[in-house]
């Protein structure tokens, strides 16, 4: 039963790192890479900046070309970042506390 549950995360891994390929492949292009590292930063200040940082933040007119390859980005890690999270910690620690074997979660 327990190599039910190792079993499905080592066909999870190929999804994954190939997921990862197509993260890298969309920050290659300079104008998503820069777009991406905008928003990210403007989370940040968002969150934890002063009332002026806030305001300083830049606006720009929708780039729909640009826009959709940042959408994809972003869509695509957050995939990413859920499903690992999900396979290295929720899973084994769900089965440590329930004392769930294999499939059964």
Do not use: M, Y
Not at 7 to 36: D, N
């Amino acid at each position: 039963a327990k190599s039910a549950s190792h079993g499905s995360l080592i066909l999870w891994i190929p999804v994954l790192l190939a997921l990862l390929g197509v993260c890298w492949a969309l920050l290659q292009q300079e104008a998503t890479h820069k777009e991406v590292s905008i928003l990210v930063t403007g989370l940040r200040i968002s969150i934890t900046g002063s009332e002026a940082q806030r305001a300083a933040l830049p606006q720009t007119t929708p780039e729909k070309e640009r826009d959709a390859f940042v959408i994809a980005f972003f869509v695509v890690a957050i995939f990413e970042v859920n499903w690992t999270l999900r396979l290295l910690v929720v899973e084994p620690l769900t089965r440590l506390f329930s004392g769930a074997q294999g499939q059964q979660l």
